[in-house]
T-cell receptor, first 114, second 110 residues
Framework: EAGVAQSPRYKIIEKRQSVAFWCNPISGHATLYWYQQILGQGPKLLIQFQNNGVVDDSQLPKDRFSAERLKGVDSTLKIQPAKLEDSAVYLC????????????FGPGTRLTVT | RKEVEQDPGPFNVPEGATVAFNCTYSNSASQSFFWYRQDCRKEPKLLMSVYSSGNEDGRFTAQLNRASQYISLLIRDSKLSDSATYLCVVLRGYGQNFVFGPGTRLSVLP
């Protein structure tokens, strides 16, 4: 079974530039999550989708971050404009069901903002 | 206070040692609990779920104390391959989201 795919794996941008990350979850997984993991910390949920609807985006900095999952399958997370403190690993995860199911993580995108 | 807190670590233990990690959570409505393992520069992977009665998987034992809002993970007979960061994860409630602790890093030394 194919796992969660993410691209790119690495990205270096200057502050105030824009960047987009892509995620393709495991086939059939209705729930998709985007997490931000800063070095030395645990992952922090940015946004959770159930199919193509947003379940929780309370910790998403909406002035600069946006995410969509238009067809209920793959998803894009965008940062515009980027700040130095956005340097982190952005992890996408998916699960078969919303509550209590195991989450499967992609390899992440390591973003460096200079 | 953070919603999920863990032993700060790092833990450096010799092979064969027994090591225990602690985790506390502040939201009493939390429903489900997990331990994830994250190797250096890799993604987190589920190690085990934590059940109310406690559960064991080989050398790993997880315990839950709902009254004290406390979760533990015990690793017996540590192996070099157990070296990783262990993340305590709490599901807030049905239809709610997962909250990760900051992680505790374990290094098993030869």
């Amino acid at each position: 079974e194919a796992g969660v795919a993410q691209s790119p794996r690495y990205k270096i941008i200057e502050k105030r530039q824009s960047v987009a990350f892509w995620c393709n979850p495991i086939s059939g997984h209705a729930t998709l999550y985007w997490y931000q993991q800063i070095l030395g910390q645990g992952p922090k949920l940015l946004i959770q989708f159930q199919n193509n609807g947003v379940v929780d985006d309370s910790q998403l900095p909406k002035d600069r971050f946006s995410a969509e999952r238009l067809k209920g399958v793959d998803s894009t997370l965008k940062i515009q404009p980027a700040k130095l403190e956005d340097s982190a690993v952005y992890l996408c995860a998916s699960s078969l069901r919303t509550s209590g199911g195991e989450q499967y993580f992609g390899p992440g995108t390591r973003l460096t903002v200079t | 206070r953070k919603e999920v807190e863990q032993d700060p670590g790092p833990f450096n233990v010799p092979e064969g040692a027994t090591v225990a990690f602690n985790c506390t959570y502040s939201n009493s409505a939390s429903q489900s609990f997990f331990w994830y393992r994250q190797d250096c520069r890799k993604e987190p992977k589920l190690l085990m779920s934590v059940y109310s009665s406690g559960n064991e998987d080989g050398r790993f034992t997880a315990q839950l104390n709902r009254a004290s809002q406390y979760i533990s993970l015990l690793i017996r007979d540590s192996k070099l391959s157990d070296s990783a960061t262990y993340l305590c994860v709490v599901l807030r409630g049905y239809g709610q989201n997962f909250v990760f602790g900051p992680g505790t890093r374990l290094s098993v030394l030869p």
